[in-house]
Structure formats: C-alpha cells, structure tokens
C-alpha cells in the first residue's frame, strides 16, 4: 500500500521505540533529495538493507496529500538523449511493498520535491508487493495507494524524459523490513547515461598559490579520488601535491570540482597539473568505472589578484523560481547580501529578487541561488544584473577581488496547463467521450489514460464505452521543458432496462390485474401491450381482461424509453381463466385419452391450506394431496383401482376472501 503519513503516525501511537525507528529523519547518504545517488544508466544498484526514517510528505498528483518518502533511498540522473524511461525495482523478499515517484528537478532545489506538484513525472503507489517500476506494461502514469488484496498493477506506463534534464527517483519502501532491493534501468529509450569520457576540464590557482581549484567536464565519484593527492602531479620542483579534496564531498556522494593542496606557493606563471594512477589503485572515476586517462593534464595561471568573471547561468527548468549562478572562483559567502540586492532580474515580464545564498563550504562558494518572489511562467529572454547591493559590496571572490557589474541572459519556457474538456454524448447501446485540450503554450506531447486501459497521444481524442459507471481520464502534456497533469471523472448514468411484475401469473373473471413497473435508469415513458389488444401508457396499469371462451395465455409486453430517446423491451407471460369456479368431476374415466383421464378439484386457483383425500366404498384413503395440480389417476398400490363410486372430500381457505371450506362428494370411476 502507498506510503500514507497518516499510518506512520498510527505505528508512533503503538510504540515510543517504534516512533524512534521509524519517524527519525533520514541522515544516511542517499536517503534525502539532496544526496541522491548518481546514476549510470547500465549499471544495477543493490541495496541490501533499507535504514527506517521519513522525511517529508510528497505530493502524488490525483492521489490526495497522505504520502510520504519512509525509509527512502533517492538517486539522481541527466538524461543526455529524450525518450522514454524504463526500470524495474525488484525486492530481495518479494512479499514486501516498495512505492516510486520520478521528478524533474530542472533548474529547481532538490528540496522543492516536498512542496511543488509540478515538478512530478509519474508514480507508483500501489500495495501489489513483488517487482515494480515503469514499462510497457504500465496502465498509467501516476497509479495511486491500494490495499495488497487489489492486485493492482505494480508498474506505471513509461514516462518521458528530456534531454538536458536533471531528474530525483524516489524509491520508498512502506513495508517496515530490513531486506533491500535491486534497482536497474532497461527498456527504455532514453539515454541516461553520460558517454562522454570524464577528463580534467579546467584549472585555476587560488588566490595565495598554495592550492589549485580543478574543474571537471562531469561529475566524479568522490570515493575514487586519494585524499592525499597522489592522483595528481606538478610538472615543476617548485612544489608537489600533498592532497586533495572533493568540493561538498562531506555530504554527497560525487563532484566535479575539487582542490588540489600543494607543499609550497608557486610564483606567478603557467603550470601544468597532470593526472596519474593514484596510491588508491586508479585515477579519476564516473559512475559507470569509466576512468579519467593517465597523462590528462591541465593547464592554469598564477598570476596577480584580478576581479573573477561571471561565468555562466545553470540550465533554467520550468517555471524557476531559483536562478543559480557559477564563477570561475569562489565567491566569498559572506558578500552576498541575503536580501538579493546583489541582484535585479530583468526581460519578458517583471520578476522580484528576494534573496541570494551560495552552496557554502568553507564560506566559500562557485555557486550563487537567486531566489525569485515567484516563479517565472512565461516564455522569454531574461537578464540576470550584479550590482552594487545593500552591503556597499557587489560580490567578492575568494582572492578579496570584487566582481564588476555585468549581465548574462537566459531563456524561460511557457508553463502549460492539461486541463481539458469534454463532451459526453449518450448512445442506447454504447457512450461516445470526446476530449480536447487546447495545447496553449506549445505543447507536443500528449498522453491520455481512460478507465479500461485505453491509452491516446492525440491532442483530441476519444473513447466509446459500452458499459456504465464512473470514468476516469487522466491527462498528461508537456512542451518539453514544462509539463502538467490533469484527471477527471465522467459519470456514465444512463443506464436503463425494461422491468416489471404482475400480482400474480394468472387472471380470473372479473379480476383486477396490477402491472408494477420495476425498471431502471431515466424512464420517461412506458408502452404497454397485454396481448389481447388491451394497451396502456400508464406507469403501473391496473387491467380488467374481457371474459374468454377457454383458458388464454397472453404474452405481456412492455416497452420503455429513456430521456436519451431510448427504448428497451420485457416481457412477461400471464394467463387468463375461462373460470375460477372450484368443483370436483362427479366421473372420470383414466384410459389415457387424455379427456377426463383424472379427479381433482378444478379451478382451484384461489386456494390456501388445501387438502383433496379420495376414499374407496371400504373407507381406505386411496389418494391424498395438498396440491391441487397433483391429480390421481386412477390407481392404488401399484395397480389399477376398480370401477365404481368413491368418496372425495375438499378442504381449503380462499385467498381473498379468507372463508374456509370443506365439501364432500363422490366420483365415478369409469373403465
């Protein structure tokens, strides 16, 4: 079952030691957003036991709010070519429940998967226990909780994933056990494995030439690189390198900058900083082994203090509400003025600054956050401006320089909307649904969900039912930078069938017959047909049948129509007596010629309590019966009784007028 906050807080009331075990929060690498695991896109990740924690609540789109991340572990990747995205988590005890959420963080903080809906991909929240995941087999998107008895199915339908995106996978596992899992990624179209070879990118001395800061062209495992720097050598005697350290390597588990420390101060000029086996039996390594090449080497500069450039702007996702900066140098954290004034935001629409931050260590920096009052939500070119702020200061790098006023552009996306409507056109047979969503804002893409595992890429689509019941359609869109998600139900309520009861299967002169209409859905109308020529439109007719020559049997009919101008047909059948009149034949002749052939009391219709008994002329009971249809035919023991007069007698209460009778005869038997 689904990750519901609400049963976390259930296991808090039973037990103090199980509200420690399973609400403290999550403190172990790659059990928060913020240090996922990275990614290689062929490589399986095994977890062999899963920590008890819970973070946050998690916003599941359709599902209601009570979700959360318990006992998670996050993994983290770039998709470097589009398409769709394909893995399976397979338990190591398949009698446990593991949930899954895809987010794209794309120009967003990590952290914002706890509070933007928006940033949602697709899901799994089912209690079906044993494999889950995304795949071809996949009904929806997003699938939301169950109970485990519901069966239903574990894996969503195959989410797309864009080039350049950065995306969280949330593995949450709501069985409260020790046993782990193996995640991998197959099947998929999408590429989210970076093939690009990892090499040393760029290198800059820091301001007093005792270290070197080393920019890599991707991110790197921090546990391949040697804390004592033996991963790297000086071409020059003037100094060697005695360590090295991967920026926020205390609390994640890859980088792609780290500082080299050296034994003494190089004086002002170039200096080449060449890569090597190191004392921990390798260079450099990405997350799929792949290696940075003995012999890399890397060219850098000591020369005097000078103002460090604005570098670049970090790719902008939908609708950013963060705009994060990058140097060439760390910027020192104590200048940036938290209120943002460091900064201004101009283009398409206006935008306020309210804050900056930068990604501290050492209180130094090479990021800047620009925090906006609001996102942005329109498509656009736009300019971040550093100015003088409210401190006296623009900013100031690592070296005391300070950074000269300057602008750099970016581009937004237009947010789309899935919203949609739909018109419902009621059939006799079958219901026709037609959908429509506007694609505003550029939208490409597409994906309908019906009830009853119907699935469309149209941006008009629709599906015929031929059964009734509540529907539900789900829609999701993207333009390929920002995506939505809709869902609606249709209440298919014209369900309709022609039924009715009569007060009893046959008629006598003189009687009353009621026709109780019992049919369902939205009658309008009702065409009934006894038969005989009688008909009626009243709902509940009341009849009176002319009289007959002879027994009739009548087939009753009665049409109805629906408020969509639709009609159905019942039918019933009913006889209509030529008598009620109740008596015994005073002879009968049983010879098989199927006239006379046996005594019973006739016409007994109207009869409760009955009792017929036929004596012979010795007084023995030769026939009893409390049904009148049951006849006797003529024989006693096994054998045939003899001709000559017997004796009946009839007991019985009328069913209308309740008066109870007993009468007294004799018959002939005749041979």
Request: one cysteine or more; hydrophobic letters at 35%.
């Given at each position: 079952?689904?990750?519901?906050?609400?049963?976390?807080?259930?296991?808090?009331?039973?037990?103090?030691?199980?509200?420690?075990?399973?609400?403290?929060?999550?403190?172990?690498?790659?059990?928060?957003?913020?240090?996922?695991?990275?990614?290689c896109?062929?490589?399986?990740?095994?977890?062999?036991?899963?920590?008890?924690?819970?973070?946050h609540?998690?916003?599941?789109?359709?599902?209601?709010?009570?979700?959360?991340?318990?006992?998670?572990?996050?993994?983290?990747?770039?998709?470097?070519?589009?398409?769709?995205?394909?893995?399976?988590?397979?338990?190591?005890?398949?009698?446990?429940?593991?949930?899954?959420?895809?987010?794209?963080?794309?120009?967003?903080?990590?952290?914002?998967?706890?509070t933007?809906?928006?940033?949602?991909?697709?899901?799994?929240?089912?209690?079906?226990?044993?494999?889950?995941?995304?795949?071809?087999?996949?009904?929806?998107?997003?699938?939301?909780?169950?109970?485990?008895?519901?069966?239903?199915?574990?894996?969503?339908?195959?989410?797309?994933?864009?080039?350049?995106?950065?995306?969280?996978?949330?593995?949450?596992?709501?069985?409260?056990?020790?046993?782990?899992?193996?995640?991998?990624?197959v099947?998929?179209?999408?590429?989210?494995?970076?093939?690009?070879?990892p090499?040393?990118?760029?290198?800059?001395?820091?301001?007093?030439?005792m270290?070197?800061?080393?920019?890599?062209?991707?991110?790197?495992?921090?546990?391949?690189?040697?804390?004592?720097?033996s991963?790297?050598?000086?071409?020059?005697?003037?100094?060697?390198?005695t360590?090295a350290?991967?920026?926020?390597?205390?609390?994640?588990?890859?980088?792609?900058?780290?500082?080299?420390?050296?034994?003494?101060?190089?004086?002002?000029?170039?200096?080449?900083?060449?890569?090597?086996?190191?004392?921990?039996?390798?260079?450099?390594l990405?997350?799929?082994?792949?290696?940075?090449?003995?012999?890399?080497?890397?060219?850098?500069?000591?020369?005097?203090?000078?103002?460090?450039?604005?570098?670049?702007?970090?790719?902008?996702?939908?609708?950013?509400?963060?705009?994060?900066?990058?140097?060439?140098?760390?910027?020192?954290?104590?200048?940036?003025?938290?209120?943002?004034?460091?900064?201004?935001?101009?283009?398409?629409?206006?935008?306020?600054?309210?804050?900056?931050?930068?990604?501290?260590?050492?209180?130094?920096?090479?990021?800047?956050?620009?925090?906006?009052?609001?996102?942005?939500?329109?498509?656009?070119?736009?300019?971040?401006?550093?100015n003088?702020?409210?401190?006296?200061?623009?900013?100031?790098?690592?070296?005391?320089?300070?950074?000269?006023?300057?602008?750099?552009?970016?581009?937004?996306?237009?947010?789309?909307?899935?919203?949609?409507?739909?018109?419902?056109?009621?059939?006799?047979?079958?219901?026709?649904?037609?959908?429509?969503?506007?694609?505003?804002?550029?939208?490409?893409?597409?994906?309908?969900?019906?009830?009853?595992?119907?699935?469309?890429q149209?941006?008009?689509?629709?599906?015929?039912?031929n059964?009734?019941?509540?529907?539900?359609?789900?829609?999701?869109?993207?333009?390929?930078?920002?995506?939505?998600?809709?869902?609606?139900?249709?209440?298919?309520?014209?369900?309709?069938?022609?039924?009715?009861?009569?007060?009893?299967?046959?008629?006598?002169?003189?009687d009353?017959?009621?026709?109780?209409?019992?049919?369902?859905?939205?009658?309008?109308?009702?065409?009934?047909?006894?038969?005989?020529?009688?008909?009626?439109?009243?709902?509940?007719?009341?009849?009176?049948?002319?009289?007959?020559?002879?027994?009739?049997?009548?087939?009753?009919?009665?049409?109805?129509?629906?408020?969509?101008?639709?009609?159905?047909?019942?039918y019933?059948?009913?006889k209509?007596?030529?008598?009620?009149?109740?008596?015994?034949?005073?002879?009968?002749?049983?010879?098989?010629?199927?006239?006379?052939d046996?005594?019973?009391?006739?016409?007994?219709?109207?009869?409760?309590?009955?009792?017929?008994?036929?004596?012979?002329?010795?007084?023995?009971?030769?026939?009893?019966?409390?049904?009148?249809?049951?006849?006797?035919?003529?024989?006693?023991?096994?054998?045939?009784?003899?001709?000559?007069?017997?004796?009946?007698?009839?007991?019985?209460?009328?069913?209308?007028?309740?008066?109870?009778?007993?009468?007294?005869?004799?018959?002939?038997?005749?041979?």
């Open positions: 079952m689904g990750c519901k906050i609400t049963w976390v807080f259930i296991l808090v009331c039973y037990s103090i030691t199980c509200a420690s075990q399973i609400v403290q929060p999550c403190t172990t690498l790659g059990q928060t957003p913020q240090t996922a695991f990275p990614v896109g062929s490589r399986s990740f095994t977890q062999i036991t899963v920590p008890y924690c819970a973070n609540a998690i916003p599941v789109p359709g599902c209601g709010n009570d979700y959360a991340d318990v006992n998670p572990y996050w993994y983290k990747f770039t998709c470097y070519k589009s398409g769709t995205l394909a893995f399976t988590i397979n338990p190591n005890n398949t009698n446990e429940d593991y949930d899954w959420q895809l987010f794209d963080v794309t120009g967003h903080d990590a952290a914002e998967v706890y933007n809906i928006n940033l949602v991909v697709a899901g799994n929240w089912s209690g079906t226990l044993g494999q889950t995941g995304a795949s071809q087999s996949g009904t929806y998107l997003e699938q939301c909780e169950s109970v485990p008895s519901a069966h239903i199915n574990a894996f969503s339908s195959l989410p797309d994933v864009i080039q350049g995106h950065q995306y969280l996978l949330l593995v949450s596992h709501f069985t409260r056990a020790p046993n782990g899992y193996t995640l991998y990624f099947g998929g179209t999408a590429v989210i494995t970076d093939t690009a070879h090499r040393l990118q760029s290198a800059a001395a820091n301001c007093d030439g270290s070197v800061t080393v920019t890599l062209n991707k991110k790197l495992t921090c546990a391949s690189l040697a804390p004592n720097g991963d790297f050598v000086l071409n020059t005697n003037a100094a060697t390198v360590g350290q991967g920026l926020n390597c205390s609390s994640s588990f890859d980088m792609d900058t780290l500082t080299v420390q050296l034994s003494k101060p190089l004086q002002p000029g170039k200096y080449t900083l060449y890569m090597q086996t190191g004392t921990d039996g390798n260079t450099l990405d997350y799929c082994d792949n290696a940075i090449p003995e012999g890399d080497s890397i060219t850098f500069e000591v020369k005097a203090p000078q103002p460090v450039p604005f570098d670049s702007i970090s790719p902008v996702g939908c609708a950013p509400k963060i705009i994060q900066l990058v140097f060439e140098k760390s910027i020192r954290c104590n200048s940036i003025a938290a209120n943002g004034s460091d900064f201004t935001v101009t283009g398409a629409t206006p935008v306020k600054v309210t804050g900056a931050g930068g990604s501290c260590v050492n209180g130094l920096s090479r990021i800047v956050n620009i925090f906006l009052a609001a996102p942005i939500q329109t498509a656009g070119t736009y300019q971040v401006n550093i003088r702020g409210s401190d006296g200061n623009t900013l100031i790098d690592e070296c005391g320089e300070e950074v000269l006023p300057s602008s750099r552009s970016f581009i937004t996306h237009d947010t789309v909307s899935a919203a949609f409507n739909y018109t419902l056109l009621y059939g006799c047979k079958t219901d026709t649904i037609v959908c429509r969503n506007n694609g505003n804002n550029g939208i490409t893409s597409w994906v309908w969900n019906f009830t009853g595992g119907y699935t469309s149209a941006q008009d689509t629709g599906i015929v039912y059964d009734y019941g509540v529907k539900t359609i789900k829609l999701a869109v993207t333009n390929g930078a920002c995506a939505d998600s809709a869902e609606t139900t249709v209440n298919l309520d014209n369900y309709f069938k022609a039924a009715f009861s009569l007060s009893s299967s046959f008629v006598c002169p003189g009353q017959e009621t026709f109780s209409d019992s049919s369902t859905g939205n009658i309008t109308a009702w065409y009934w047909n006894f038969g005989n020529g009688l008909t009626s439109n009243q709902q509940n007719p009341q009849v009176i049948f002319p009289a007959v020559n002879g027994d009739e049997n009548y087939n009753v009919r009665l049409v109805v129509q629906n408020n969509h101008n639709c009609f159905d047909t019942a019933k059948p009913i209509v007596l030529y008598t009620c009149y109740i008596a015994v034949p005073s002879a009968f002749t049983p010879n098989g010629d199927n006239l006379n046996y005594l019973y009391p006739l016409n007994a219709y109207k009869t409760t309590s009955l009792e017929f008994k036929v004596f012979n002329r010795f007084g023995q009971l030769v026939f009893s019966t409390t049904d009148w249809t049951k006849k006797w035919d003529g024989n006693y023991k096994g054998g045939k009784a003899p001709p000559g007069t017997y004796v009946w007698t009839l007991s019985y209460t009328h069913t209308e007028t309740h008066q109870k009778y007993f009468l007294k005869g004799t018959s002939v038997l005749i041979r």
